[in-house]
């Protein structure tokens, strides 16, 4: 006797990837915080906006911002989620 079970869902067959996977191709990288180090725990550090981009899949734009290095003398890149209100300079 055949048993005619349902189909496998969508959520079953997404995990097996092929073309459900993600497009990761031309991201533009991760965003991320700032490390925790002792500006940010006592205070503040002031940043810059350089540059406010489309990150392909992804609905908020990312924002690229530098920092002083307080430690050494060059300047950090951070990628962060851009928030309404944000623009560069």
């Keep these: ?3 005619n079970m349902g ?4 959520g079953q067959r997404k995990g097996r990837g092929s073309v459900f996977t ?6 533009k ?14 205070g503040y ?3 810059v906006i350089k540059e406010i981009i489309h990150d392909p899949g992804r ?3 990312i924002a690229r911002v530098t920092f002083r290095n307080p430690y050494e003398y060059k300047t ?11 623009y560069t300079g």
Excluded: C, M, S
């Design 22 to 27: 993600a497009h990761v191709q031309h991201r």
């Design 45 to 47: 550090i002031k940043g």
């Design 7 to 10: 189909r496998r869902i969508r």
């Design 59 to 61: 609905g908020a734009p």
């Design 1 to 3: 006797p055949e048993i």
């Design 29 to 42: 990288g991760k965003p991320e915080y700032r490390p925790n180090d002792y500006a940010e725990r006592n």
């Design 76 to 86: 950090d890149k951070y990628t962060f989620l851009a928030g309404e209100g944000n």
